[in-house]
C-alpha cells in the first residue's frame, strides 16, 4: 500500500470542485494544496511518532477518529457540516502536533500552494481529516497497537518522502515539522529507493546492449526519476540521479525462458488499440469478440511467464503495463459507450482491464 496514494484517492473529481467551490478558489488550485497537505501531515504524523510517547499520541488520536463521515466525502463536504468537518480535522492536529508544529506546517503548506491562511487551513483540516481516518482503518483491519501504527508510518516515509512536492520537505524540517528521526530516515528510504532503481536501470542497460532492444528507453527515466525523489530535503541524491540518467539510455528486452516479454507486451497493447479502434457499433463487436477473448488468454500466458522475472525486470514490466494502461482504459470506455456496444464487450474488457492490472502488481 502507498498510504498518500490511497488517501489522495479519495477525493473524487466532484469532491474537489465542491471543496474548491465553498472555499473560493479553482480546483486545480485545491488539488495541488491537497497533494502537499496530505503527505506533509502524514510526514508530521510520523515525526510525532517516533517517540514512544507520541506513538501512543497518534494512537489515541487514531482510535478516537470517526470513520463513518468519510463513507460520503461529498455530503459531508456540505454545508455546515462540511466546515465543522475541517475544523474538527484541524482540532485533532492541534491536539496532536501541538500549536506552534500546526502554524509552521499550515505556513508552509500555504506558501507552497500559494493559498491565503483560511483557505490553507481548510485544506490541512482535510488533509487531516483523511490521514486519521486512514490510520484508523489500517489500525482496526490490522488489529494495530500504538507501536505497530507507528511502524506502518515508518514503512511509508519513502512514499510520503517522494509525495512532498520540492522544496515543501525543506521548509517543513526548517519549521520544526518534521522532528525526531523522520526526515532522517525518510531521505535513507528514498536514498536506498533510488539505490535500486539505479541498480535496476544499470541492469537493465547492460541486457539492451547484448539484445539491441530499445523499446522501454522512453518510460525508463521516468520510473527513475519517481524512484529516486530526489529532491526531497534539499536535493539529495543528485549524483544517483544523474548516474540513473546515464544508465537509462536504453533497456532491457526482459526475456524469460526464451519469451521475449516486451514483444509480447508491445504485440499485446498494439493489438487491443487496433481492435478497440475498429469497433463502431454492436456488429463491429461483435465480430471483435474473439480476439478481445485470445487478448485474454495471452494476458494469462504472460502472468505465467511474468513470475520467472527478476524483481528488477517485474519492476519495469509493472512500470510499462503502468503507464499504459491509462491509455488503455480510456479506449475501452470510448468504446463501451457506444450504443449496443457495452452488452457485448463489457464482461470480456471488464476481465481483460482486472487481469492486465494483476500483471502490473505481481505478488
Known amino acids: 500500500m502507498n498510504i498518500v496514494s490511497t488517501i489522495l484517492g479519495m477525493i473524487a473529481p466532484a469532491i474537489l470542485d465542491k471543496l474548491a467551490a465553498s472555499l473560493g478558489i479553482s480546483s486545480g488550485a485545491a488539488k495541488s494544496a491537497l497533494a502537499a497537505a496530505v503527505p506533509a501531515v502524514l510526514g508530521a504524523m510520523g515525526s510525532k511518532a517516533s517517540t514512544d510517547v507520541g506513538a501512543r499520541a497518534l494512537f489515541d488520536a487514531v482510535s478516537k477518529t470517526n470513520t463513518g463521515a468519510m463513507g460520503d466525502l461529498a455530503s459531508t463536504l456540505t454545508g455546515a457540516s462540511g466546515a465543522d468537518f475541517l475544523k474538527g480535522g484541524l482540532g485533532s492536529l492541534t491536539s496532536l502536533l501541538g500549536d506552534n508544529t500546526l502554524k509552521g506546517l499550515t505556513g508552509a503548506i500555504g506558501k507552497q500552494a500559494g493559498l491565503g491562511a483560511d483557505a490553507t487551513s481548510s485544506v490541512v483540516g482535510l488533509a487531516g481529516q483523511l490521514a486519521m481516518g ?6 482496526t483491519s490490522g488489529g494495530l497497537n500504538a507501536s505497530s501504527l507507528a511502524g506502518l508510518l515508518n514503512s511509508q516515509q519513502a512514499n510520503i518522502a517522494s509525495a512532498l ?18 526526515a532522517g530516515q525518510a531521505s535513507r528510504a528514498v536514498n536506498d529507493a533510488a539505490r535500486n532503481a539505479s541498480a535496476a536501470t544499470a541492469q537493465a542497460a547492460n541486457a539492451a546492449k547484448k539484445t539491441g532492444s530499445n523499446w522501454l528507453a522512453w518510460i525508463i527515466p521516468l520510473l527513475i526519476a519517481a524512484a529516486a525523489a530526489w529532491y526531497f530535503l534539499g536535493g539529495m541524491g543528485h549524483s544517483v540521479k544523474e548516474a540513473a540518467e546515464k544508465a537509462a539510455d536504453s533497456a532491457t528486452s526482459l526475456v524469460v525462458d526464451g519469451v521475449d516479454v516486451n514483444a509480447q507486451l508491445t504485440s499485446a497493447f498494439d493489438g487491443l488499440k487496433s481492435t478497440l479502434g475498429g469497433i463502431t457499433d454492436a456488429a463491429s463487436a461483435q465480430a471483435a469478440l474473439p480476439k478481445l477473448q485470445e487478448a485474454v488468454t495471452s494476458v494469462d500466458g504472460l502472468t505465467a511467464v511474468a513470475a520467472k522475472l527478476t524483481p528488477a525486470q517485474r519492476t519495469m514490466m509493472s512500470g510499462v503495463i503502468t503507464a499504459a494502461l491509462p491509455t488503455l482504459k480510456d479506449l475501452i470506455a470510448k468504446v463501451v459507450a457506444i450504443p449496443g456496444v457495452g452488452d457485448v464487450v463489457k464482461p470480456t474488457t471488464d476481465a481483460l482491464l482486472a487481469k492486465i492490472e494483476a500483471l502490473a502488481n505481481p505478488a
Open 134 to 139: 486512514q490510520l484508523a482503518k489500517s489500525a
Open 165 to 182: 512536492p520540492a522544496g515543501l520537505g525543506s521548509a517543513l524540517s526548517s519549521a520544526g515539522v518534521l522532528g525526531g528521526d523522520f
